[in-house]
């Protein structure tokens, strides 16, 4: 987020104060059964699912070796247990590591458009890198690529009207999800469920998601040189993105479809939205889209369930840090298996009751043997996890009661150990410029961090 979130998330507490009754994260087992994996199933390239033979056999050509393949077998079959559908095989990722890299695969990915875009985000500003997209798909649109595009009414609250009119009025489609007036709204009316997904799905083939906003503030890398740490404009913003190719983007195509239709968008132009797709890589991905539509959010039954199933380590980096009570329960029942817990988030924040409020919790979780570190030098954004080396995920979902209850969000869970070393070089390199909380320091903490922290506590579920 940037610094819209603070206001925005206040306005739609007071809303949902007045509106709504709390809800709460699903419970789930701790010492649920371990999943078989030969129960593990795979989706082809074509859409085939392969038989029980044939499955256990990818099965034991991607965990050859024993070990720590043994643990990579027992995510398979967490995932696919959780998934109750067939795990996608045959996909290329790309790690993408803040604005400028992200950026520029995105702009790439647009330029080579020849039949539609389809774009998902929270932010789109009328700003230097706002426009330079705006342009970009501006062009594609006048060239007869159709392009389609569903913006967050409060995430972009401060960009102006004119700005999306000039983008409908040469024949891209706008959606504004659950606008903040009521009277453009077509869906019904909820201002505290947001639409905080970051997508682009060109042509079907290639799709980016991840934490990323269209936004000036990503156009500086994390290794950028600082001024004063109060100087929050001017610092880098440290996120993370993934370009994916592969059978699985026809799962985020349908994602981006169900969330324009849910918004009664207008019906999209005739396009090959459902291309044929090719394998183009070796990776096993599941694409899970989460929202408070849903009985069960999927994004936060996997996450404490694969910490439930971890063997070795649980390696977290989350720009808005406010864990639920289950899910603190779940990190320390982690470290008390012997399990090296570490998280990694921001030392300062664009969002300062969110900020503090997920600090009123770093005592409990100190004590429980956690080891946090707070990121510095840039301001962290990324939500990322890697789990025994083996399960990655990279997506829009922070670790907070608002990702997990209020909002629609977006993850894609990685299955493998080669992607899981990319991400594991990622998080060392964070780590290094970090700084270890301990809780002797923490416990001498003075009483007008402790008094903030309070307050953030008091506003935790709606922020």
Not at 179 to 203: C, I, T
Request: proline content about 5%; hydrophobic content about 45%; charged content about 20%.
């Amino acid at each position: 987020m940037i610094s819209i979130r603070v206001p925005a998330r206040l306005a739609a507490a007071a809303c949902a104060f007045a509106f709504a009754g709390c809800s709460m994260p699903p419970v789930i087992t701790p010492d649920m059964a371990p999943a078989d994996p030969g129960s593990v199933r795979f989706q082809t390239a074509s859409g085939r699912i392969l038989s029980p033979e044939r499955s256990r056999q990818i099965v034991a050509k991607l965990t050859k070796g024993g070990g720590a393949s043994d643990v990579l077998a027992d995510h398979l079959a967490l995932e696919q247990e959780l998934a109750g559908s067939p795990l996608s095989l045959g996909n290329r990722v790309t790690l993408l590591q803040n604005g400028p890299n992200t950026y520029a695969a995105m702009l790439a990915a647009i330029a080579d458009a020849h039949d539609h875009i389809d774009m998902e985000t929270y932010i789109f500003e009328d700003d230097d890198a706002g426009r330079q997209f705006a342009d970009t798909l501006l062009a594609k649109q006048r060239e007869g690529v159709q392009v389609n595009l569903i913006r967050d009414s409060v995430g972009t609250i401060g960009t102006p009207r004119a700005f999306f009119d000039r983008l409908k009025a040469a024949g891209i489609q706008v959606v504004e999800f659950n606008p903040v007036n009521p009277l453009r709204a077509k869906a019904g009316w909820d201002m505290n469920q947001r639409d905080h997904r970051k997508l682009l799905v060109v042509d079907g083939k290639t799709a980016v998601l991840g934490g990323i906003n269209i936004s000036s503030v990503y156009s500086g890398g994390s290794s950028a040189r600082l001024g004063s740490a109060e100087e929050k404009s001017s610092m880098p913003w440290r996120d993370t993105d993934l370009q994916i190719e592969g059978p699985v983007v026809a799962s985020l195509q349908k994602l981006f479809m169900a969330s324009w239709e849910s918004q009664e968008g207008p019906p999209l132009a005739p396009r090959s939205y459902f291309p044929q797709l090719a394998a183009q890589g070796k990776e096993v991905i599941r694409a899970i889209g989460s929202g408070p539509d849903q009985a069960v959010n999927q994004n936060y039954v996997t996450l404490i369930s694969a910490i439930n199933s971890a063997e070795r380590d649980i390696l977290l980096t989350n720009a808005y840090f406010v864990p639920d009570p289950q899910l603190i329960r779940a990190l320390i029942a982690a470290v008390a298996r012997g399990i090296d817990v570490k998280i990694i988030v921001p030392s300062v924040s664009d969002a300062s009751l969110v900020f503090h409020a997920g600090r009123s919790h770093y005592e409990a979780l100190l004590r429980g043997g956690v080891k946090i570190f707070e990121r510095r030098q840039a301001l962290l954004h990324a939500k990322t996890a890697l789990i025994d080396g083996v399960w990655a995920t990279v997506g829009s979902t922070n670790l907070d009661w608002r990702s997990f209850l209020h909002n629609q969000e977006l993850t894609a869970v990685i299955l493998g150990p080669e992607f899981g070393e990319k991400m594991h070089e990622a998080f060392e390199r964070d780590l290094a410029a970090s700084d270890q909380i301990t809780l002797e320091a923490w416990e001498r903490r003075p009483i007008s961090t402790r008094a903030k922290e309070w307050f953030g506590r008091l506003w935790e579920y709606w922020l």
